[in-house]
Protein backbone atom coordinates (compact mmCIF):
# COMPACT_ATOMS: atom_id res chain seq x y z
CA UNK A 1 0.00 0.00 0.00
CA UNK A 2 1.73 3.01 -1.08
CA UNK A 3 1.27 6.92 0.05
CA UNK A 4 -1.66 7.97 -2.12
CA UNK A 5 -3.84 5.04 -1.44
CA UNK A 6 -2.92 5.67 2.62
CA UNK A 7 -3.24 8.98 2.39
CA UNK A 8 -6.91 8.28 1.11
CA UNK A 9 -7.25 5.36 4.24
CA UNK A 10 -6.52 7.87 6.46
CA UNK A 11 -8.52 10.60 5.31
CA UNK A 12 -11.35 8.61 5.48
CA UNK A 13 -10.64 6.37 8.89
CA UNK A 14 -10.07 10.29 10.74
CA UNK A 15 -13.35 11.61 9.10
CA UNK A 16 -14.74 9.30 12.12
CA UNK A 17 -12.08 8.52 14.72
CA UNK A 18 -9.33 10.63 16.51
CA UNK A 19 -7.03 8.21 15.89
CA UNK A 20 -5.61 5.33 13.15
CA UNK A 21 -4.76 3.17 16.20
CA UNK A 22 -8.83 3.60 17.37
CA UNK A 23 -10.59 0.29 16.41
CA UNK A 24 -14.33 -0.12 14.59
CA UNK A 25 -16.23 -1.61 17.06
CA UNK A 26 -19.47 -1.90 15.30
CA UNK A 27 -20.91 -2.93 11.57
CA UNK A 28 -22.41 1.15 11.84
CA UNK A 29 -19.06 2.48 12.89
CA UNK A 30 -18.09 0.32 9.85
CA UNK A 31 -20.25 1.47 7.29
CA UNK A 32 -19.91 4.89 8.28
CA UNK A 33 -15.93 4.75 7.68
CA UNK A 34 -16.67 3.14 4.01
CA UNK A 35 -19.05 5.68 3.04
CA UNK A 36 -16.60 8.46 4.11
CA UNK A 37 -13.90 5.99 1.71
CA UNK A 38 -16.36 6.76 -1.22
CA UNK A 39 -17.82 3.49 -0.75
CA UNK A 40 -21.52 2.60 -0.51
CA UNK A 41 -21.43 -0.95 1.64
CA UNK A 42 -24.33 -3.11 1.20
CA UNK A 43 -25.85 -5.16 3.97
CA UNK A 44 -24.14 -8.05 2.55
CA UNK A 45 -20.74 -6.63 2.03
CA UNK A 46 -21.34 -5.13 5.72
CA UNK A 47 -22.32 -8.85 6.57
CA UNK A 48 -19.42 -9.91 5.09
CA UNK A 49 -16.62 -8.35 6.85
CA UNK A 50 -18.57 -8.19 10.55
CA UNK A 51 -19.74 -11.55 11.22
CA UNK A 52 -21.05 -12.51 14.62
CA UNK A 53 -17.66 -13.18 15.41
CA UNK A 54 -15.92 -9.76 14.84
CA UNK A 55 -15.71 -7.91 17.84
CA UNK A 56 -13.56 -5.54 16.23
CA UNK A 57 -11.63 -4.18 13.01
CA UNK A 58 -8.24 -2.29 12.70
CA UNK A 59 -7.23 0.11 10.86
CA UNK A 60 -5.02 -2.23 8.78
CA UNK A 61 -8.35 -4.27 8.32
CA UNK A 62 -9.99 -1.61 6.87
CA UNK A 63 -7.25 -0.67 4.59
CA UNK A 64 -7.46 -4.30 3.50
CA UNK A 65 -11.45 -4.01 3.34
CA UNK A 66 -11.12 -0.76 0.73
CA UNK A 67 -8.56 -2.70 -1.69
CA UNK A 68 -10.75 -5.18 -1.95
CA UNK A 69 -14.30 -3.25 -2.23
CA UNK A 70 -13.54 -1.18 -5.22
CA UNK A 71 -15.50 2.37 -5.94
CA UNK A 72 -18.99 1.98 -7.59
CA UNK A 73 -18.99 3.40 -11.14
CA UNK A 74 -21.37 5.07 -13.10
CA UNK A 75 -22.05 2.59 -16.06
CA UNK A 76 -22.66 -0.02 -13.48
CA UNK A 77 -25.37 1.82 -11.14
CA UNK A 78 -27.00 2.56 -14.87
CA UNK A 79 -27.06 -1.07 -15.85
CA UNK A 80 -28.94 -1.57 -12.54
CA UNK A 81 -31.91 0.93 -13.05
CA UNK A 82 -31.68 0.32 -16.33
CA UNK A 83 -33.15 -3.15 -15.23
CA UNK A 84 -36.22 -1.54 -13.25
CA UNK A 85 -36.90 1.20 -16.60
CA UNK A 86 -40.05 -0.90 -17.97
CA UNK A 87 -40.12 1.79 -20.91
CA UNK A 88 -36.99 1.99 -21.19
CA UNK A 89 -37.26 6.17 -21.06
CA UNK A 90 -35.24 6.96 -18.97
CA UNK A 91 -36.90 7.95 -15.61
CA UNK A 92 -38.61 5.67 -12.98
CA UNK A 93 -41.69 5.60 -11.25
CA UNK A 94 -42.54 5.17 -8.06
CA UNK A 95 -44.48 1.35 -8.69
CA UNK A 96 -41.61 0.39 -10.64
CA UNK A 97 -38.88 1.63 -7.74
CA UNK A 98 -41.21 0.31 -5.06
CA UNK A 99 -41.30 -2.80 -6.81
CA UNK A 100 -37.54 -3.26 -7.53
CA UNK A 101 -36.47 -2.69 -3.64
CA UNK A 102 -39.64 -4.33 -1.94
CA UNK A 103 -38.89 -7.75 -4.08
CA UNK A 104 -35.15 -7.93 -5.49
CA UNK A 105 -32.13 -7.93 -3.63
CA UNK A 106 -31.92 -7.01 0.16
CA UNK A 107 -35.68 -6.43 0.23
CA UNK A 108 -36.85 -3.09 1.96
CA UNK A 109 -40.20 -2.08 3.16
CA UNK A 110 -42.76 0.43 1.40
CA UNK A 111 -41.93 3.18 3.80
CA UNK A 112 -38.24 3.07 3.36
CA UNK A 113 -38.96 3.22 -0.21
CA UNK A 114 -41.29 5.93 -0.30
CA UNK A 115 -38.69 7.81 2.40
CA UNK A 116 -36.17 6.91 -0.28
CA UNK A 117 -38.19 8.57 -3.29
CA UNK A 118 -39.08 11.39 -1.90
CA UNK A 119 -36.13 12.24 -1.20
CA UNK A 120 -34.41 11.32 -4.82
CA UNK A 121 -37.53 12.67 -6.49
CA UNK A 122 -36.05 16.39 -7.07
CA UNK A 123 -38.33 17.84 -9.20
CA UNK A 124 -41.37 16.38 -7.41
CA UNK A 125 -43.04 15.12 -10.57
CA UNK A 126 -43.70 11.44 -9.22
CA UNK A 127 -40.34 10.50 -11.56
CA UNK A 128 -36.59 9.34 -11.11
CA UNK A 129 -34.28 10.87 -13.62
CA UNK A 130 -31.90 7.69 -12.80
CA UNK A 131 -29.27 9.65 -15.25
CA UNK A 132 -29.06 12.93 -13.08
CA UNK A 133 -29.65 10.61 -10.24
CA UNK A 134 -26.42 8.57 -10.79
CA UNK A 135 -24.64 12.04 -11.55
CA UNK A 136 -25.66 13.07 -8.33
CA UNK A 137 -24.94 10.02 -6.04
CA UNK A 138 -21.32 9.89 -7.87
CA UNK A 139 -20.56 13.60 -7.45
CA UNK A 140 -21.58 13.35 -3.51
CA UNK A 141 -19.21 10.13 -3.04
CA UNK A 142 -16.51 11.94 -4.93
CA UNK A 143 -17.26 15.23 -2.52
CA UNK A 144 -16.81 13.25 0.68
CA UNK A 145 -13.74 11.75 -0.42
CA UNK A 146 -12.67 15.72 -0.81
CA UNK A 147 -14.16 16.80 2.55
CA UNK A 148 -12.15 13.76 4.13
CA UNK A 149 -9.02 15.00 2.55
CA UNK A 150 -9.25 18.92 2.91
CA UNK A 151 -10.29 18.03 6.33
CA UNK A 152 -6.98 15.84 6.83
CA UNK A 153 -4.40 18.81 5.61
CA UNK A 154 -6.29 21.49 7.06
CA UNK A 155 -6.21 20.44 10.87
CA UNK A 156 -2.55 20.95 11.52
CA UNK A 157 -3.31 18.87 15.08
CA UNK A 158 -4.80 16.08 13.19
CA UNK A 159 -2.16 16.20 10.21
CA UNK A 160 0.94 15.41 12.68
CA UNK A 161 -1.02 13.19 14.85
CA UNK A 162 0.52 9.66 14.60
CA UNK A 163 -0.92 7.79 17.46
CA UNK A 164 -3.28 7.78 20.08
CA UNK A 165 -6.34 6.46 21.38
CA UNK A 166 -9.22 8.55 22.22
CA UNK A 167 -12.57 8.47 19.63
CA UNK A 168 -15.20 11.15 18.96
CA UNK A 169 -18.23 11.48 18.35
CA UNK A 170 -17.84 11.38 13.64
CA UNK A 171 -19.95 14.04 11.75
CA UNK A 172 -22.71 13.22 9.70
CA UNK A 173 -21.59 11.22 6.75
CA UNK A 174 -21.67 13.76 3.47
CA UNK A 175 -23.22 10.68 1.75
CA UNK A 176 -27.47 11.17 1.55
CA UNK A 177 -29.55 8.67 2.84
CA UNK A 178 -31.28 8.30 -0.25
CA UNK A 179 -27.99 8.05 -2.59
CA UNK A 180 -26.53 4.96 -0.04
CA UNK A 181 -30.20 3.47 0.24
CA UNK A 182 -30.44 3.07 -3.45
CA UNK A 183 -26.93 2.35 -3.74
CA UNK A 184 -27.13 -0.39 -1.46
CA UNK A 185 -30.16 -1.69 -3.33
CA UNK A 186 -29.08 -1.67 -6.83
CA UNK A 187 -25.43 -2.72 -7.16
CA UNK A 188 -23.56 -5.73 -4.78
CA UNK A 189 -19.54 -6.12 -4.91
CA UNK A 190 -18.91 -9.65 -3.50
CA UNK A 191 -15.36 -9.39 -3.19
CA UNK A 192 -12.53 -11.72 -1.35
CA UNK A 193 -10.40 -10.16 0.92
CA UNK A 194 -6.73 -11.20 0.15
CA UNK A 195 -4.57 -11.85 2.46
CA UNK A 196 -0.58 -10.03 3.22
CA UNK A 197 1.53 -9.07 6.10
CA UNK A 198 -0.42 -6.77 8.25
CA UNK A 199 1.26 -3.40 7.53
CA UNK A 200 -0.29 -0.18 9.29
CA UNK A 201 1.89 3.35 7.94
CA UNK A 202 1.93 6.64 8.91
CA UNK A 203 2.15 9.72 7.23
CA UNK A 204 5.26 10.95 6.38
CA UNK A 205 5.64 14.78 8.65
CA UNK A 206 8.30 16.23 9.91
CA UNK A 207 6.01 17.67 12.54
CA UNK A 208 4.98 13.71 13.68
CA UNK A 209 4.01 13.67 17.43
CA UNK A 210 7.21 11.48 18.86
CA UNK A 211 7.26 9.18 21.87
CA UNK A 212 8.28 10.80 25.19
CA UNK A 213 11.82 10.48 25.67
CA UNK A 214 11.64 8.26 28.56
CA UNK A 215 9.81 5.68 26.12
CA UNK A 216 11.97 6.19 23.68
CA UNK A 217 15.11 5.36 25.52
CA UNK A 218 13.50 2.17 27.31
CA UNK A 219 11.74 0.01 24.05
CA UNK A 220 13.85 2.11 20.70
CA UNK A 221 16.28 1.05 18.67
CA UNK A 222 18.52 3.08 16.52
CA UNK A 223 20.43 1.80 13.36
CA UNK A 224 22.71 3.88 11.19
CA UNK A 225 24.52 2.74 8.31
CA UNK A 226 26.44 4.98 6.17
CA UNK A 227 27.12 3.79 1.77
CA UNK A 228 29.30 5.07 -0.46
CA UNK A 229 28.60 6.39 -3.93
CA UNK A 230 27.84 3.67 -6.80
CA UNK A 231 30.73 5.65 -8.49
CA UNK A 232 33.14 4.82 -6.27
CA UNK A 233 32.74 1.09 -5.86
CA UNK A 234 33.95 -2.10 -8.41
CA UNK A 235 31.97 -4.64 -8.39
CA UNK A 236 32.64 -7.60 -6.12
CA UNK A 237 31.88 -10.35 -8.39
CA UNK A 238 33.74 -10.29 -11.91
CA UNK A 239 32.75 -11.63 -15.35
CA UNK A 240 34.11 -15.74 -15.38
CA UNK A 241 37.00 -16.07 -18.05
CA UNK A 242 35.29 -17.57 -21.25
CA UNK A 243 32.05 -16.66 -20.51
CA UNK A 244 31.30 -16.04 -24.48
CA UNK A 245 32.16 -20.18 -24.71
CA UNK A 246 29.28 -20.99 -21.71
CA UNK A 247 26.11 -22.18 -22.58
CA UNK A 248 23.55 -18.97 -22.73
CA UNK A 249 19.18 -18.72 -21.90
CA UNK A 250 17.49 -15.85 -21.77
CA UNK A 251 14.38 -13.97 -20.75
CA UNK A 252 12.62 -10.72 -20.37
CA UNK A 253 9.83 -10.26 -18.13
CA UNK A 254 8.21 -6.25 -16.55
CA UNK A 255 7.97 -5.33 -13.73
CA UNK A 256 4.18 -3.18 -13.13
CA UNK A 257 3.30 -0.64 -10.46
CA UNK A 258 -0.35 -1.64 -9.27
CA UNK A 259 -3.21 0.48 -8.41
CA UNK A 260 -2.30 0.30 -4.75
CA UNK A 261 1.06 0.87 -4.59
CA UNK A 262 2.22 -2.85 -5.31
CA UNK A 263 4.64 -4.26 -7.77
CA UNK A 264 3.97 -7.46 -9.78
CA UNK A 265 5.91 -9.13 -11.92
CA UNK A 266 6.48 -12.43 -13.74
CA UNK A 267 7.98 -15.50 -12.32
CA UNK A 268 9.94 -17.90 -13.67
CA UNK A 269 11.24 -21.96 -13.37
CA UNK A 270 14.51 -22.52 -13.94
CA UNK A 271 15.88 -26.24 -14.90
CA UNK A 272 19.51 -27.02 -14.41
CA UNK A 273 20.03 -30.48 -15.59
CA UNK A 274 23.46 -30.86 -14.09
CA UNK A 275 25.58 -29.53 -11.63
CA UNK A 276 26.99 -26.45 -13.24
CA UNK A 277 29.14 -23.21 -12.78
CA UNK A 278 26.24 -20.51 -13.47
CA UNK A 279 26.50 -16.83 -13.54
CA UNK A 280 23.07 -14.73 -13.25
CA UNK A 281 21.95 -11.47 -13.99
CA UNK A 282 19.02 -8.91 -13.99
CA UNK A 283 19.06 -5.82 -15.37
CA UNK A 284 16.77 -3.35 -16.41
CA UNK A 285 15.93 -3.28 -20.34
CA UNK A 286 16.83 -1.06 -22.50
CA UNK A 287 14.67 0.19 -25.32
CA UNK A 288 15.24 3.32 -26.37
CA UNK A 289 15.21 3.57 -30.53
CA UNK A 290 17.44 6.69 -30.16
CA UNK A 291 20.68 7.36 -28.26
CA UNK A 292 19.70 11.11 -27.49
CA UNK A 293 16.49 9.70 -25.59
CA UNK A 294 16.52 8.58 -22.34
CA UNK A 295 14.89 5.52 -20.71
CA UNK A 296 13.83 6.53 -16.97
CA UNK A 297 13.62 2.72 -15.72
CA UNK A 298 17.02 2.53 -16.28
CA UNK A 299 17.81 3.79 -13.29
CA UNK A 300 15.56 1.14 -11.16
CA UNK A 301 17.16 -1.07 -8.75
CA UNK A 302 16.57 -4.96 -9.71
CA UNK A 303 17.46 -8.20 -8.31
CA UNK A 304 16.75 -11.81 -8.75
CA UNK A 305 16.25 -14.83 -6.05
CA UNK A 306 17.00 -18.65 -6.99
CA UNK A 307 14.81 -21.12 -4.57
CA UNK A 308 15.48 -24.71 -4.98
CA UNK A 309 12.30 -25.78 -5.67
CA UNK A 310 10.52 -27.98 -2.94
CA UNK A 311 7.37 -30.90 -3.45
CA UNK A 312 5.63 -28.15 -2.49
CA UNK A 313 5.97 -23.87 -2.90
CA UNK A 314 6.57 -24.02 1.22
CA UNK A 315 8.90 -26.26 1.19
CA UNK A 316 11.26 -24.19 -1.13
CA UNK A 317 14.92 -22.94 0.43
CA UNK A 318 16.70 -20.02 -0.61
CA UNK A 319 19.70 -20.97 -2.55
CA UNK A 320 21.50 -17.29 -3.75
CA UNK A 321 20.27 -13.75 -4.82
CA UNK A 322 22.44 -11.31 -7.02
CA UNK A 323 24.06 -8.98 -4.61
CA UNK A 324 26.63 -7.52 -6.55
CA UNK A 325 26.56 -4.62 -9.25
CA UNK A 326 28.33 -4.53 -12.65
CA UNK A 327 26.51 -0.86 -14.03
CA UNK A 328 23.16 -1.86 -14.58
CA UNK A 329 23.30 -5.25 -14.18
CA UNK A 330 23.25 -7.31 -10.69
CA UNK A 331 24.74 -10.28 -10.84
CA UNK A 332 25.67 -13.91 -8.86
CA UNK A 333 27.72 -16.19 -9.77
CA UNK A 334 28.73 -19.63 -8.16
CA UNK A 335 27.33 -23.62 -8.49
CA UNK A 336 24.18 -24.82 -8.65
CA UNK A 337 23.67 -28.57 -8.26
CA UNK A 338 21.11 -30.17 -11.09
CA UNK A 339 17.55 -29.41 -10.29
CA UNK A 340 14.49 -27.52 -10.79
CA UNK A 341 14.63 -23.36 -9.29
CA UNK A 342 12.57 -20.65 -9.09
CA UNK A 343 13.50 -17.35 -10.24
CA UNK A 344 12.04 -14.51 -8.30
CA UNK A 345 12.52 -11.23 -9.75
CA UNK A 346 12.53 -8.39 -7.41
CA UNK A 347 13.11 -4.87 -6.96
CA UNK A 348 12.21 -2.85 -3.81
CA UNK A 349 9.95 -0.38 -4.85
CA UNK A 350 12.62 2.79 -3.52
CA UNK A 351 12.81 3.63 -7.55
CA UNK A 352 9.96 2.37 -9.17
CA UNK A 353 6.85 4.88 -7.65
CA UNK A 354 3.65 6.26 -8.59
CA UNK A 355 4.30 8.99 -10.82
CA UNK A 356 3.71 12.74 -9.77
CA UNK A 357 1.95 14.95 -12.70
CA UNK A 358 4.46 17.01 -14.31
CA UNK A 359 4.00 20.94 -14.59
CA UNK A 360 3.62 22.32 -18.34
CA UNK A 361 2.57 18.85 -19.57
CA UNK A 362 -0.39 19.91 -22.13
CA UNK A 363 -3.78 18.40 -21.63
CA UNK A 364 -4.06 16.97 -24.61
CA UNK A 365 -2.86 13.21 -24.40
CA UNK A 366 -0.74 12.49 -27.56
CA UNK A 367 -3.10 10.69 -31.00
CA UNK A 368 -3.62 7.40 -31.31
CA UNK A 369 -5.24 7.00 -34.76
CA UNK A 370 -5.56 8.69 -37.14
CA UNK A 371 -7.62 8.89 -40.72
CA UNK A 372 -5.77 8.66 -43.72
CA UNK A 373 -6.29 11.05 -46.99
CA UNK A 374 -8.41 8.16 -48.02
CA UNK A 375 -10.25 8.27 -45.24
CA UNK A 376 -9.05 5.05 -43.50
CA UNK A 377 -8.36 4.50 -40.21
CA UNK A 378 -4.41 4.01 -39.14
CA UNK A 379 -1.73 4.01 -36.18
CA UNK A 380 0.36 7.07 -35.53
CA UNK A 381 3.63 6.98 -35.60
CA UNK A 382 3.97 7.48 -31.55
CA UNK A 383 1.44 4.65 -31.13
CA UNK A 384 3.06 2.08 -33.78
CA UNK A 385 6.74 3.37 -31.63
CA UNK A 386 5.13 2.02 -28.22
CA UNK A 387 3.51 -1.11 -29.51
CA UNK A 388 6.78 -1.76 -30.94
CA UNK A 389 8.24 -1.32 -27.62
CA UNK A 390 5.49 -3.48 -25.87
CA UNK A 391 5.59 -6.17 -28.43
CA UNK A 392 9.80 -6.46 -27.40
CA UNK A 393 8.98 -6.61 -23.96
CA UNK A 394 5.77 -9.35 -24.41
CA UNK A 395 8.03 -11.12 -25.99
CA UNK A 396 9.79 -13.58 -23.54
CA UNK A 397 12.41 -15.29 -25.14
CA UNK A 398 13.11 -12.71 -27.58
CA UNK A 399 12.61 -14.71 -31.11
CA UNK A 400 11.08 -11.78 -32.41
CA UNK A 401 7.54 -13.22 -32.64
CA UNK A 402 5.00 -14.14 -30.00
CA UNK A 403 3.63 -17.47 -28.97
CA UNK A 404 0.35 -17.93 -28.13
CA UNK A 405 1.32 -18.35 -24.30
CA UNK A 406 3.40 -14.85 -24.64
CA UNK A 407 0.64 -13.40 -25.99
CA UNK A 408 -1.78 -14.27 -23.22
CA UNK A 409 0.31 -12.80 -20.80
CA UNK A 410 0.26 -9.75 -22.55
CA UNK A 411 -4.03 -10.32 -22.85
CA UNK A 412 -4.28 -11.28 -18.67
CA UNK A 413 -2.57 -7.94 -18.04
CA UNK A 414 -4.66 -5.48 -20.09
CA UNK A 415 -7.76 -7.29 -20.64
CA UNK A 416 -7.79 -10.14 -17.53
CA UNK A 417 -9.15 -12.79 -20.22
CA UNK A 418 -7.01 -15.41 -22.02
CA UNK A 419 -6.94 -16.26 -25.88
CA UNK A 420 -8.25 -20.00 -26.89
CA UNK A 421 -6.87 -21.97 -29.08
CA UNK A 422 -10.01 -21.56 -31.67
CA UNK A 423 -9.36 -17.56 -31.65
CA UNK A 424 -5.97 -17.70 -32.24
CA UNK A 425 -6.84 -19.84 -35.20
CA UNK A 426 -8.72 -17.11 -36.32
CA UNK A 427 -5.78 -14.56 -35.43
CA UNK A 428 -3.92 -16.78 -37.99
CA UNK A 429 -6.34 -15.96 -40.31
CA UNK A 430 -6.44 -12.54 -40.55
CA UNK A 431 -2.87 -10.95 -39.26
CA UNK A 432 0.58 -11.61 -40.03
CA UNK A 433 2.18 -15.44 -38.59
CA UNK A 434 5.31 -17.17 -38.60
CA UNK A 435 5.27 -20.67 -37.00
CA UNK A 436 1.83 -20.29 -35.21
CA UNK A 437 3.24 -17.31 -33.89
CA UNK A 438 2.24 -13.72 -34.11
CA UNK A 439 4.90 -11.37 -35.93
CA UNK A 440 5.72 -7.80 -34.69
CA UNK A 441 3.40 -6.58 -38.09
CA UNK A 442 0.63 -9.01 -36.77
CA UNK A 443 0.62 -7.44 -33.55
CA UNK A 444 0.25 -3.82 -35.37
CA UNK A 445 -2.62 -5.23 -37.48
CA UNK A 446 -4.44 -7.11 -34.51
CA UNK A 447 -4.30 -3.13 -32.58
CA UNK A 448 -5.22 -1.25 -35.58
CA UNK A 449 -7.93 -3.80 -36.25
CA UNK A 450 -9.53 -3.31 -32.49
CA UNK A 451 -8.86 0.36 -33.60
CA UNK A 452 -11.38 0.02 -36.32
CA UNK A 453 -14.09 -1.69 -34.84
CA UNK A 454 -14.25 0.77 -32.49
CA UNK A 455 -14.70 3.39 -35.24
CA UNK A 456 -10.98 5.34 -34.00
CA UNK A 457 -12.24 5.55 -30.55
CA UNK A 458 -9.23 5.29 -28.48
CA UNK A 459 -10.58 4.15 -25.13
CA UNK A 460 -9.72 0.90 -25.36
CA UNK A 461 -6.00 1.13 -26.49
CA UNK A 462 -5.66 3.50 -23.50
CA UNK A 463 -6.48 0.83 -21.36
CA UNK A 464 -4.09 -1.11 -22.95
CA UNK A 465 -1.60 1.50 -22.68
CA UNK A 466 -2.29 2.22 -19.20
CA UNK A 467 -1.96 -1.46 -18.26
CA UNK A 468 1.61 -1.74 -19.83
CA UNK A 469 2.91 1.32 -17.65
CA UNK A 470 1.99 4.39 -20.18
CA UNK A 471 0.87 7.69 -19.09
CA UNK A 472 -1.20 9.93 -21.81
CA UNK A 473 2.39 11.61 -23.19
CA UNK A 474 3.24 7.74 -24.23
CA UNK A 475 6.01 7.88 -21.65
CA UNK A 476 7.13 4.64 -19.57
CA UNK A 477 6.29 5.51 -16.21
CA UNK A 478 4.99 2.94 -13.96
CA UNK A 479 6.84 -0.07 -15.28
CA UNK A 480 10.28 -1.69 -15.65
CA UNK A 481 11.05 -3.84 -18.22
CA UNK A 482 14.22 -6.14 -17.54
CA UNK A 483 16.13 -9.01 -18.69
CA UNK A 484 17.44 -12.10 -17.41
CA UNK A 485 20.48 -14.29 -18.56
CA UNK A 486 21.71 -17.51 -17.02
CA UNK A 487 25.09 -18.61 -18.32
CA UNK A 488 25.82 -22.55 -17.65
CA UNK A 489 29.68 -23.76 -18.05
CA UNK A 490 28.36 -27.28 -17.88
CA UNK A 491 25.03 -27.33 -19.65
CA UNK A 492 22.44 -25.73 -21.22
CA UNK A 493 19.87 -24.25 -19.11
CA UNK A 494 16.18 -23.99 -19.64
CA UNK A 495 13.93 -21.06 -18.44
CA UNK A 496 9.83 -21.18 -18.16
CA UNK A 497 7.82 -18.39 -16.95
CA UNK A 498 5.11 -18.98 -14.56
CA UNK A 499 1.52 -18.06 -13.91
CA UNK A 500 1.11 -14.58 -13.43
CA UNK A 501 -0.37 -15.63 -9.65
CA UNK A 502 2.82 -17.50 -8.41
CA UNK A 503 5.31 -16.54 -6.66
CA UNK A 504 4.32 -13.63 -4.22
CA UNK A 505 4.72 -15.76 -1.05
CA UNK A 506 7.70 -17.48 -2.37
CA UNK A 507 9.21 -13.91 -3.01
CA UNK A 508 8.45 -12.96 0.31
CA UNK A 509 9.91 -15.89 1.90
CA UNK A 510 13.32 -15.29 -0.20
CA UNK A 511 13.32 -11.61 0.82
CA UNK A 512 12.88 -13.10 4.56
CA UNK A 513 15.94 -15.71 4.16
CA UNK A 514 17.91 -13.30 2.55
CA UNK A 515 17.89 -10.46 5.53
CA UNK A 516 17.68 -12.89 8.77
CA UNK A 517 20.50 -15.59 7.26
CA UNK A 518 23.32 -12.25 6.47
CA UNK A 519 22.84 -10.11 9.71
CA UNK A 520 22.18 -10.34 13.73
CA UNK A 521 19.12 -9.46 15.00
CA UNK A 522 19.35 -6.32 17.49
CA UNK A 523 16.44 -6.81 20.03
CA UNK A 524 14.87 -3.16 21.10
CA UNK A 525 15.35 -2.52 24.16
CA UNK A 526 13.04 -3.34 27.32
CA UNK A 527 11.62 -5.94 24.64
CA UNK A 528 13.54 -9.31 25.12
CA UNK A 529 11.01 -11.15 21.87
CA UNK A 530 10.69 -8.19 19.63
CA UNK A 531 13.93 -8.13 17.23
CA UNK A 532 15.22 -5.95 14.34
CA UNK A 533 17.39 -7.15 11.33
CA UNK A 534 19.36 -4.83 9.27
CA UNK A 535 20.71 -6.31 6.44
CA UNK A 536 23.36 -4.14 4.40
CA UNK A 537 24.34 -5.57 0.80
CA UNK A 538 26.23 -3.42 -1.56
CA UNK A 539 23.76 -1.79 -2.80
CA UNK A 540 20.14 -1.90 -0.52
CA UNK A 541 19.60 -1.41 3.00
CA UNK A 542 16.75 -4.08 4.09
CA UNK A 543 15.47 -3.93 7.71
CA UNK A 544 13.15 -6.90 9.02
CA UNK A 545 11.45 -6.96 12.31
CA UNK A 546 10.26 -10.00 13.94
CA UNK A 547 7.92 -10.24 16.72
CA UNK A 548 8.05 -13.43 18.79
CA UNK A 549 5.76 -12.15 21.47
CA UNK A 550 2.72 -13.73 21.94
CA UNK A 551 0.91 -10.80 20.87
CA UNK A 552 0.73 -7.94 18.22
CA UNK A 553 3.17 -4.89 18.51
CA UNK A 554 2.79 -1.17 16.71
CA UNK A 555 6.07 0.15 16.00
CA UNK A 556 7.05 3.36 14.71
CA UNK A 557 9.77 3.91 12.51
CA UNK A 558 11.63 7.48 11.74
CA UNK A 559 14.02 7.90 9.17
CA UNK A 560 14.27 11.76 9.40
CA UNK A 561 18.04 11.64 9.97
CA UNK A 562 18.62 9.74 7.02
CA UNK A 563 20.49 11.41 4.33
CA UNK A 564 20.54 10.79 0.66
CA UNK A 565 18.17 7.78 0.86
CA UNK A 566 14.60 6.94 -0.56
CA UNK A 567 12.54 4.22 1.34
CA UNK A 568 10.60 1.74 0.18
CA UNK A 569 7.49 2.90 1.99
CA UNK A 570 8.00 6.62 0.19
CA UNK A 571 7.54 7.82 3.92
CA UNK A 572 10.46 8.94 6.37
CA UNK A 573 8.05 8.39 9.34
CA UNK A 574 5.62 5.41 9.37
CA UNK A 575 4.18 2.67 12.00
CA UNK A 576 4.12 -1.44 11.29
CA UNK A 577 1.89 -3.55 13.11
CA UNK A 578 3.55 -6.84 13.52
CA UNK A 579 0.69 -9.65 14.41
CA UNK A 580 2.22 -12.48 16.90
CA UNK A 581 4.48 -14.69 16.41
CA UNK A 582 5.34 -12.90 12.98
CA UNK A 583 8.18 -11.46 10.86
CA UNK A 584 7.59 -8.78 8.34
CA UNK A 585 10.04 -6.52 5.96
CA UNK A 586 10.19 -2.88 7.35
CA UNK A 587 11.56 -1.37 4.42
CA UNK A 588 14.33 -1.25 2.03
CA UNK A 589 16.87 1.65 1.36
CA UNK A 590 18.32 3.26 -1.40
CA UNK A 591 20.26 6.03 -2.52
CA UNK A 592 18.32 9.13 -4.09
CA UNK A 593 21.34 9.92 -5.93
CA UNK A 594 23.50 7.11 -6.48
CA UNK A 595 26.51 9.07 -7.62
CA UNK A 596 26.53 10.39 -3.34
CA UNK A 597 27.47 9.04 -0.41
CA UNK A 598 24.10 8.30 1.62
CA UNK A 599 23.57 7.68 5.23
CA UNK A 600 20.66 5.89 6.46
CA UNK A 601 19.79 6.53 10.11
CA UNK A 602 16.44 5.03 11.68
CA UNK A 603 15.16 4.76 14.95
CA UNK A 604 12.45 1.97 15.40
CA UNK A 605 10.02 2.79 19.06
CA UNK A 606 7.48 0.23 20.39
CA UNK A 607 4.52 1.97 21.00
CA UNK A 608 2.31 0.90 23.89
CA UNK A 609 -1.07 -1.14 23.44
CA UNK A 610 -3.75 1.06 23.16
Given at each position: ?296 WMTVDTALFVML ?127 NQLTRQGFMELN ?163
Amino acid sequence: MKEAFYMQCRAAYLAVFRSSLTNITSKQQLCRVLQQAGRNPSHATLNKYWTPKTSKLNFDDFCEILRCEKKTEKAELLRAFKKMDVNGDGYITHSELEKALTTRGEKMTSEEVNAIFSLADINKDGKLDYSEFCRLLLSTVEQCQVSAMERLEADAKLKRQNFGSQSYSPPKTTVSSASSAVAQATVAHPQTLETSDTTLKKQDSRSSSRPSSARSRRSSLSNSVTMTSNSSKASKTSEPSGLQDWHHTCIKGCFFLEEDGSISSLKYQLHVPQTTKVFLTIQPLSLSHSPDKSSSWMTVDTALFVMLAGETKEDSTLVCFTESKDKHKYVWKGDLNAGNYYLLPFTSGCRLKKSKSKKGVPNKPVELVYRTDTGELDLSRELRCVLSDIFEVIDLDGNGLLSLEEYNFFELRTSGEKCDKDAWAICKENFDMRKNQLTRQGFMELNLMEATEKDGDPADLWVTLEAMGYNRMLELVEACPFQIDVHCEGSQASIQPLSLDTGPKLLNQALQKSITSRTGAKALRGQDNVFIYTYRGEHRVSSLIANKTNQKVTVHVNNEQSRNCASSRSMSVFAVEVPARTKMILQFINAINAKQDWTYNCVETILPCM
